[in-house]
């Protein structure tokens, strides 16, 4: 089992930057991709990024292309997700995720991963 705790949300201005973390313990061994995903108050959750561990490989959303860069610490330690130039539509609660398998056509749905954080709230205003 995999267990992971986010940190770092908080409030900041539009324009703005901060950096989200996700660490992670337990058993490692057969996750293969981390992601990030946001919540918006009675939506879904919906994919911000996604990592295939171990690599460079990443994928964003088209929202947030160019603005937020995801990366990992050591061989899976800590997963973070860098934002600049927040936007007010950016606010959200975010949640780390990790899973076993590395699906690109379906890295953004939350049936993808079996492990989840409880989430950190960002706040764009």
């Known amino acids: 089992h995999v267990q992971l705790v986010e940190s770092g949300g908080g409030s900041v201005q539009a324009g703005g930057s901060l950096t989200i973390s996700c660490e992670v313990s337990g058993d490692t061994r057969n996750i293969n991709a981390m992601a990030w995903f946001r919540q918006y108050p009675g939506k879904e959750r919906e994919g911000v990024a996604v990592?295939?561990?171990?690599?460079?490989?990443?994928f964003y959303d088209d929202s947030v292309k160019g603005r937020f860069t995801i990366s990992q610490d050591g061989p899976k330690d800590t997963l973070n997700l860098r934002m600049s130039a927040l936007k007010p539509e950016d606010t959200a609660m975010y949640f780390c995720?990790?899973?076993?398998?590395?699906?690109?056509?379906?890295?953004?749905?939350?049936?993808?991963?079996?492990?989840w954080g409880q989430g950190t709230q960002v706040t764009v205003s």
């Open positions: 990592l295939r561990t171990g690599t460079y490989m990443a």
């Open positions: 995720a990790a899973g076993r398998n590395w699906n690109l056509r379906a890295w953004a749905s939350p049936l993808t991963y079996n492990n």
